[in-house]
């Protein structure tokens, strides 16, 4: 795997539960900005449950300059709710968007009907390519003698991006299924994949390889956590399913005081960026939970960030979560 460019730096974030949440992580977008995300994504609830709330970070996130991209679900809505949403993140500006299917609610089946008209990830994909293709043709038709071609071409203009599970979706049967269902994404018009967090380097590396070698074509960026606590990595792995990490754990039950666990979460995801940076990764996409102060502090260590590297000493904030660690 080699990576020619410069590795990009991306943030995902969750929308604010309060006003107080909101000031502080207005606060937090402009520390993130310095950083020069080539995008921050906003997670989005089950069943739009945060729909307003995440686009007014995203629209906040425009104000900064910096490009916001929109986490969407689809479980548990129709074509004609799911296109509404698309078509109003669209209208104010939106241009990227993570497309994923989303958790069923506890206790459903597969079959439930309630769980709606699209069934996966890859046919969101496929719905905000022809949402973007209709208001484009829409908002262009009025304009006298503009070329049909160029008109069609415009829906290129779309990021979708699709999520991975290196170590597997916790639904899957076996490693081939979930390449497959990222190569039936790519096919459905996705162009980007970012990954569920994991705590080892070779984990990414080798699914990156067998992507490829499956026909994977699009950029896969590795979803890195740094994860500041005893507490907030066993509440991790109980929500996303990935193995227990036992040396980490082992670090962090040793570091004692709430600055050294801190100091361990730090050196850990520093040292895991820059195995895939060297490995090939295109670039890194960091869990924020809202908080810059260790994300920067990782990207400061790796000279991807300005400033002097340094850890800085973060008030623990409560674990928020869609199983994808949203
Ligand atoms: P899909 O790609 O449709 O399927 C995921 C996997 O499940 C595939 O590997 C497939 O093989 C397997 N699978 C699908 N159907 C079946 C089946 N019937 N039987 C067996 N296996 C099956 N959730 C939120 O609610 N909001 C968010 O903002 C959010 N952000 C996320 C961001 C990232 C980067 C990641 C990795 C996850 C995020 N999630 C979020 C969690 C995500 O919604 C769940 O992981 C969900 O279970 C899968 O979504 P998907 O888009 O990968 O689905």
Same mark, same amino acid.
């Given at each position: 795997?080699?990576?020619?460019?410069?590795?990009t730096?991306?943030?995902?974030?969750?929308p604010?539960r309060?006003?107080?949440?909101?000031?502080?992580?207005y606060?937090?977008?402009?520390?993130?900005?310095?950083?020069?995300?080539?995008?921050?994504?906003?997670t989005?609830?089950a069943n739009?449950?945060t729909?307003?709330?995440?686009?007014?970070?995203?629209?906040r996130?425009?104000?900064?300059?910096?490009e916001?991209?929109?986490?969407?679900?689809?479980?548990?809505?129709t074509? &004609?709710? /799911?296109? #509404?949403?698309i078509? =109003?993140?669209?209208? *104010?500006g939106v241009?990227?968007?993570?497309? @994923?299917? +989303?958790?069923?609610?506890?206790?459903?089946?597969?079959?439930?009907?309630?769980?709606?008209d699209?069934?996966?990830?890859?046919?969101?994909?496929?719905l905000?390519?022809?949402?973007?293709?209709?208001?484009?043709?829409?908002?262009?038709?009025?304009?006298?003698?503009?070329p049909?071609?160029?008109?069609?071409?415009s829906?290129a203009?779309?990021?979708?991006?699709?999520a991975?599970?290196?170590?597997?979706h916790?639904r899957?049967?076996s490693?081939?299924?979930?390449?497959d269902?990222?190569?039936?994404k790519?096919?459905?018009?996705?162009?980007?994949?970012?990954?569920?967090?994991?705590?080892? &380097?070779? /984990?990414? #590396?080798?699914?990156? =390889?067998?992507?490829? *070698?499956?026909?994977?074509?699009?950029?896969? @960026?590795? +979803?890195?956590?740094?994860?500041?606590?005893?507490a907030r990595?066993?509440?991790?792995?109980?929500?996303?399913?990935?193995r227990?990490?036992g040396?980490?754990?082992?670090q962090?039950?040793?570091?004692?005081?709430?600055?050294?666990?801190?100091?361990v979460?730090?050196?850990h995801?520093?040292?895991?960026?820059?195995?895939?940076?060297?490995?090939?990764a295109p670039?890194?996409?960091?869990?924020?939970?809202?908080?810059?102060?260790?994300?920067?502090?990782v990207?400061?260590?790796?000279?991807?960030?300005?400033?002097a590297p340094?850890?800085?000493?973060?008030?623990e904030?409560?674990i928020?979560v869609?199983?994808?660690?949203?």
């Open positions: 795997m080699s990576s020619p460019s410069a590795p730096v991306s943030f995902e974030l969750y604010p309060s006003e107080k949440a909101e000031a502080g992580l606060e937090t977008l402009e520390h993130l900005a310095t950083a020069r995300p080539e995008f921050i994504s906003v989005y609830g739009g449950s729909r307003g709330r995440s686009l007014a970070v995203l629209c996130l425009r104000e900064l300059g910096v916001p991209m929109a986490h969407l679900t689809c479980v548990g809505t074509y &004609a709710q /799911e296109s #509404l949403v078509r =109003e993140f669209l209208d *104010a241009t990227k968007f993570l497309a @994923l299917r +989303g958790d069923p609610p506890e206790g459903s089946t597969e079959n439930d009907t309630f769980l709606g699209l069934g996966s990830a890859g046919e969101l994909v496929q905000v390519h022809r949402v973007q293709a209709e208001k484009e043709q829409f908002t262009q038709a009025d304009v006298p003698g503009f049909r071609a160029k008109r069609l071409k829906g203009k779309v990021t979708i991006a699709v991975a599970f290196p170590n597997g916790p899957s049967r490693v081939q299924q979930d390449l269902t990222l190569l039936a790519e096919a459905a018009g996705a162009n980007l994949a970012i990954t569920q967090l994991f705590f080892h &380097a070779d /984990e990414y #590396l080798r699914f990156v =390889e067998l992507a490829r *070698a499956a026909g994977v074509g699009m950029r896969i @960026l590795p +979803g890195i956590m740094p994860v500041l606590s005893e990595l066993t509440k991790i792995v109980e929500l996303t399913g990935e227990m990490p040396e980490l754990l082992g962090l039950q040793a570091a004692g005081s709430t600055e050294a666990q801190q100091r979460g730090i050196e995801a520093r040292a895991l960026s820059e195995q895939l940076l060297e490995g090939g670039g890194l996409h960091l869990y924020t939970f809202n908080q810059h102060h260790a994300v920067l502090a990207l400061r260590s790796l000279g991807l960030a300005p400033g340094g850890a800085g000493i973060i008030p904030s409560p928020s869609s199983k994808g660690i949203a």
